[in-house]
């Protein structure tokens, strides 16, 4: 099935979440791949840097750790 408006599933581009005993902000979003040609990405990268380092940054929805999915991640 796809996931979309017209299903009405919660999606997200970016989320946050505690996990264990730590903290987790996740997108889906490319923020690594030419960022000087991409100002919009850049600025978005940066404002979550500047959310993740703030008192703001406070998940309030728990996560286990194993409800994710590691495989698809590129390093």
């Given amino acids: 099935m796809d996931y ?3 299903t009405n599933r ?8 505690k996990v264990g005993s730590g903290q987790l902000i996740y997108t889906s979003i490319d923020l690594e791949t ?7 990405a850049r600025q978005l990268k940066t404002s979550l ?9 406070a998940p309030t929805t728990s996560l286990n750790i194993n ?3 590691f495989t698809n991640i590129k390093s």
């Fill in 4 to 6: 979309d408006f017209v």
């Fill in 10 to 17: 919660k999606l997200a581009t970016v989320f946050e979440a």
């Fill in 34 to 40: 030419n960022l000087n040609e991409r100002i919009v």
């Fill in 49 to 57: 840097i500047n959310y993740m380092n703030s008192a703001e940054f």
């Fill in 67 to 69: 409800a994710l999915d």
